[in-house]
């Protein structure tokens, strides 16, 4: 996250004929430094003792999914001040594919319900957002849904991760597809909703 920030800051220097409105850049803020802290809490969830009842795991699991919840309302704010707004089949059908893993979620660990299951439904409220057809004008739009998707995807790799995967030797390699879809993610939406919320500076 740390280097997509810079990533976005090193375009905005060169491209000084325009500029975000300060609430934006606010909210570009609160998306990274939040992220930052959710993988934080997230990674140190991943290194204690592997037990579905491990008090600092599930502490460590609520605080980082409590961090990418807000997140999720700092993209759907910049989202909605792009004029994006979801429809109604678009949400449904992200809630949906985010069930899967409130069901596991639900089956292994219900007390972390409440939590898990309110990401859940941020996270596929941001994607239908971004999913948004009031979009549909903009260059950027297809690098933020694909992010979005990829958001979910990373997400529900993590929960079957947890909650289905036996195999060892698999975790390894399906790890590396949650950093990669993770990132894919954050650098699709981070710089698209960056580069879609600049504006020309008046003369």
Avoid at 168 to 192: H, I, K, M, S, W
Wanted: no cysteine.
């Amino acid at each position: 996250m740390g280097l997509l920030a810079v990533d976005v800051l090193s375009k905005d220097v060169l491209h000084r004929h325009t500029a975000r409105p300060r609430v934006d850049d606010v909210l570009l803020g609160a998306a990274v430094g939040t992220a930052m802290a959710g993988d934080y809490f997230m990674y140190r969830d991943e290194f204690e003792p592997e037990s579905t009842e491990n008090h600092a795991a599930t502490i460590d699991l609520r605080t980082g999914a409590s961090m990418f919840a807000l997140t999720q309302l700092s993209y759907i704010g910049l989202l909605a001040r792009l004029g994006a707004r979801p429809t109604l089949t678009g949400w449904l059908t992200r809630v949906a594919l985010m069930g899967e893993s409130g069901a596991l979620v639900m089956a292994n660990q219900p007390k972390l319900l409440p939590v898990l299951g309110t990401y859940g439904n941020l996270l596929a409220t941001m994607a239908a957002f971004a999913g948004s057809p009031a979009l549909s004008d903009r260059p950027q739009r297809r690098r933020i849904l694909a992010g979005s998707l990829l958001f979910m995807l990373s997400d529900s790799l993590i929960m079957n991760r947890r909650y289905l995967l036996q195999d060892n030797e698999l975790r390894g390699p399906v790890e590396g597809a949650v950093l990669g879809t993770y990132f894919a993610a954050q650098a699709l939406l981070l710089g698209g909703i960056a580069d879609a919320s600049r504006r020309p500076i008046a003369n």
